[in-house]
């Protein structure tokens, strides 16, 4: 059973970057879900995957891994960096796209 260790998005529905800065360590599913004939509900008999850890760094997950045996994958964050923006680059005489009035 092998863990993933990364860094989680910026949730999409937010503007805020709340609990993007900690790294996590979760278990892949060994087994698919089933689902239950009478309610629809799915399911799985797998307890690992109900677990995440949370470490400050990439490098405290890893040693983790390590110390208790388990097969580990790292997932490098994709890192964007924002462009500078100005209020006034909205009017200048030279910009790219014309104003649509």
């Known amino acids: 059973m092998r863990a993933r260790i990364y860094r989680p998005a910026k949730n999409a529905m937010q503007s805020g970057k709340a609990r993007t800065k900690l790294w996590q360590l979760e278990y892949e599913p060994e087994t698919p879900r089933t689902i239950d004939p009478l309610m629809g509900w799915t399911s799985s008999g797998d ?20 110390a208790n045996a388990i097969p580990y994958q790292v997932f490098e964050p994709h890192v964007l960096v924002p462009k500078p923006k100005a209020y006034s680059d909205n009017f200048k005489f030279d ?6 009035h």
């Open 95 to 100: 910009r790219k796209v014309p104003w649509s």
């Open 47 to 66: 307890m690992r995957q109900q677990l995440c850890l949370e470490f400050d760094t990439a490098e405290e997950a890893v040693a983790y891994a390590k």
